[in-house]
């Protein structure tokens, strides 16, 4: 325990700061996350998280719920942890606003959260860029064979170089985007860069000055951006409507030579399709940074095929891009709480 203060001048000031600040702290409301580690928030961003709330892991809040349920204003949801299901929310009667960070919410139930009197917030426009730039990342690690090259370059057994590793062209190729808002307007941008045709589908047409600035022509029928397309960029939000919005007949009017890459939701592909068009050569390859379930079962036949690439969604995993979701989340949930107005507020439909 800290001792009395002194009475002494030369220590009042310094004591009732101390008093103060102690005070003003221990307002600070309680907030839910998933963890701090491997499956939760990264260790250099816990500093944001407790600048501003009193923070306590999932699995310490299952070990005396009845205590810290009444305590917890606001979850802090890093990568859909902890989930939203109602037998959690029935334990936190207290509970103001659901921030979830990133820009998707397929993943909340947001009309029954509503219903509870509780907010929800999400990330938008701060993941953009790292977004995109793993769009490109994978539309060139595919197109050139560079993870396929490195793995020859760093095989011990080899030692001849073959020559006939031979990759797609990229500059002055077709890119085809499929969701034109935030993040699919990124990719234009970085296509522009490698002097690549844009053509885009998305349910509202951009500004002309947005097309004029990336060079972009719209599609208002997706089937004629899948015919034209060397690759295919799938960039949209996952709804009922664009669930499995590549399928059989999709991916048949893709050009034999095409490449389909996918940086928002596994089930916005028909997995069972994509591995039977590109093991009949329907289509060239795929670059994946989602999939459904994630991670893929270890026996999935996407795992084994030689035209395929994959990463385990990290889009957004870069530091800067972290720090920026979080700061936006806790920006978030502290306006709920303060009454103040809500930047980036989810309504339900």
Known sequence: MRPAPL??????????????TFVME?????????????????????????????????????????????????????????AAKPSLLSLLPSLKVVASGGAGIDHLDVPYI???????????????????????????????RIVEGHLIAVDPNI?????????????????????MGHIGYKIAQRGKGFDMKILYHNR??????????VGASYRENM??????????????????????????????????????????????????????????GGICAAALDVTHPEPLPRDHPLLCLPNVLITPHVGTNTIATTRKMVLKMVDNA??????????NEVKPN
Not at 11 to 19: A, E, L, N
Not at 114 to 135: E, F, M, Q, Y
Not at 260 to 267: A, D, E, F, Q, T
């Open 26 to 82: 221990d307002n600070k409301p309680w907030a839910l996350i998933s963890e701090v580690g491997d499956q939760g928030y990264i260790e250099e961003v816990t500093d944001i998280l407790e600048q501003h709330f009193h923070i306590i892991c999932h699995k310490d809040f299952l070990q005396n719920s009845l205590v810290h349920g009444p305590k917890i204003q606001a979850i802090l949801m890093w990568n859909t942890l902890p």
């Open 114 to 144: 509503a219903s509870l009197g509780v907010k929800v917030t999400n990330t938008p426009g701060v993941v953009s860029d790292a977004t995109a730039d793993i769009a490109m990342g994978l539309l060139l690690a595919s197109a050139r």
């Open 204 to 213: 509202n047409r951009r500004s002309f000055e947005d097309e004029q600035a």
């Open 334 to 343: 502290v306006a709920v709480l303060n009454g103040q107005v809500i930047p």
């Open 223 to 280: 089937d004629d951006l899948l015919k034209e397309s060397d690759f295919v960029m799938m960039a949209v939000n996952l709804t009922p409507e664009t669930t499995d919005l590549i399928s059989h007949r999709e991916l048949s009017l893709m050009k034999p030579t095409a490449t389909l890459v996918n940086i928002s939701r596994g089930l916005v592909v028909d997995q069972d399709a994509l591995v039977k068009a590109l093991k009949s």
């Open 7 to 20: 009475l002494s001048t030369s220590f009042c000031f310094m004591d009732w700061s101390f008093i103060h």
């Open 159 to 179: 030692t001849c170089l073959p020559l006939k590793l031979m990759g797609v062209e990229v500059t002055g190729s077709t890119l085809g985007i499929i969701g």
